[in-house]
């Protein structure tokens, strides 16, 4: 996935009105605002209620589902290999918002300040926090770009990591 196949993905989420922000690799970049690695795929968060703009937008430029971990996640891929992992958000009134995960008891929260702004190739884009980053890669057995994404945001932004 490159940085102009995640602009044009945004660019046509945008002309589709869907609200989307930025994770994982990508969100990590974005907050440095240059990219440091190359990236297999694309984290985006999106507003749950607009889910069926969001699967029409992507079905009309070739993508389709190809994994189905609803309502935690799920899994768009075109043709050419490019993959999105797409993760439904429920906002409350106040902004913040909320993610099913896997431990129902237990859902992943999204608080109002860490929808933030960050920037690939100048074009300022939506994505989490560098707290929220740090949250979003907790629970699971850390990969490399894992480790080099948690060291990109000590290094930019002095923020506590937990690998």
Known sequence: MTADDVLAILAMLRRAEV?????????VDALIG??????RDLDLMHRKDQEPAVM????EAGFAETLDWRPV????????????D?????????G?????????????????SCLVTGKIRG????CLSPEQQVYFHQGYEPADRDRHDMTQLRQAFAIATHF
């Open 19 to 27: 609200d989307t922000w930025i994770g994982g690799g990508w969100g």
């Open 123 to 126: 074009t300022v884009v939506g």
């Open 73 to 84: 996640r799920f899994v768009v891929t075109d043709p050419s290999g490019r993959e999105i």
């Open 96 to 112: 913040s918002a909320v993610q099913a995960s896997t431990d129902a008891e237990h859902p992943f929260t999204y608080p109002a």
């Open 34 to 39: 240059e990219q440091t690695r190359q990236h």
């Open 56 to 59: 029409a937008a992507l079905a």
């Open 86 to 94: 797409l993760h439904p958000l429920v906002f409350a009134a106040d």
